[in-house]
């Protein structure tokens, strides 16, 4: 039982770990899908700008637009399979927190059974005094 609780802690702390790389990921793609939204808000800002109605500059500030479109609708769904994967490992790692909060219970029962076992022996086993 002992070993199966030390198992279960192990892999508790694995998955815990691999939560957190799940959540830094999802930031991650959050922070970079942030980025592209302000690059998008920039080049917009040069294109409504009236002084630098130069045609090439124009054409670079389009296809830099329709670029980041492209890169942030790639993050989107990066950030919902994030999510996913974020949820599958939350579930898993509550899943094994239940388990290793059984184990944990059946250890303390099993501890306490033995205790009133070794109570019982040293009882059974006191000599009995016979009164004259």
Do not use: W, Y
């Amino acid at each position: 039982m002992r070993d199966r609780h030390k198992s279960l802690a192990r892999l508790l702390q694995v998955k815990t770990q691999l939560h957190k790389l799940e959540e830094a990921r999802l930031n991650e793609t959050r922070r970079r899908r942030q980025e592209m939204g302000e690059e998008r808000r920039a080049m917009f800002a040069l294109l409504g700008d009236e002084e630098k109605t130069d045609s090439l500059i124009l054409g670079l500030a389009c296809r830099h637009i329709s670029r980041t479109d492209r890169s942030e609708r790639d993050l989107d769904i990066a950030e919902q399979e994030q999510k996913q994967a974020l949820l599958r490992r939350s579930a898993q790692k509550k899943a094994l927190e239940k388990t290793l909060r059984e184990t944990i219970r059946a250890m303390e029962r099993d501890a306490e059974r033995r205790a009133l076992l070794d109570i019982a022996e040293r009882l059974a086993g006191q000599s009995r005094t016979s009164l004259p």
